[in-house]
């Protein structure tokens, strides 16, 4: 399945080249010119999109020109394409971490019904980012659940599985 979706995905992508190859050609060349149009830039523009674990998804965008399609295949190897449209060309990335936003400001906590959830800050309602499974707060510590209120700091994938993997046990089916 993943060798035929990456000729599905090599496919779209030369067709859409093409496309935008004619288009260009024909807006920059003059009849005729044949020197200009072999030497002629097609130019796009790249979205990149990085998917992270926790769900988060950050965008570039960059314009390219591509001057041989070879070169930009290779240079965008390791990204899956995920659209070609109007001009844009749009990439995406399984990234096996967490997002930025989680390093620098993610908390773990419980919201008001006992849901564990992650937080921008400390727990608070306005500031809830996702939420996972409800906990059965009869089987917690007290000093566990006061933790949890409290906010437990996400710095790194490590904290971040190793929250969901000791509180699944405790989740309501």
Do not use: C
């Not at 950050?58 to 109007?86: A, C, G, H, P, R």
């Not at 990234?95 to 006992?114: A, C, Q, R, T, W």
């Not at 809830?128 to 933790?147: G, H, M, P």
């Amino acid at each position: 399945m993943k060798y035929f979706n990456s000729i599905i995905q090599s496919l779209l992508f030369f067709a859409a080249f093409f496309l935008m190859s004619d288009t260009a050609l024909a807006g920059s060349s003059k009849a005729g010119d044949k020197e200009t149009s072999e030497n002629a830039d097609i130019h796009v523009s790249v979205l990149l999109e990085r998917v992270y674990l926790d769900g988060e998804m950050s965008e570039e965008t960059i314009d390219e020109s591509i001057i041989s399609m070879e070169e930009f295949w290779d240079k965008y190897q390791n990204w899956q394409l995920v659209e070609v449209e109007d001009g844009t060309i749009t990439f995406q990335r399984r990234i096996n971490d967490i997002s930025p936003l989680l390093k620098s400001n993610g908390y773990f906590g419980l919201s008001e019904d006992g849901t564990l959830s992650i937080f921008n800050g400390k727990p608070e309602r306005s500031n809830l980012i996702q939420s996972f499974f409800q906990i059965d707060l009869r089987r917690l510590e007290s000093s566990t659940q006061k933790k949890l209120m409290n906010g437990i700091p996400i710095k790194n994938k490590n904290d971040y599985t190793s929250v969901l993997e000791t509180y699944r046990p405790l989740s309501i089916n």
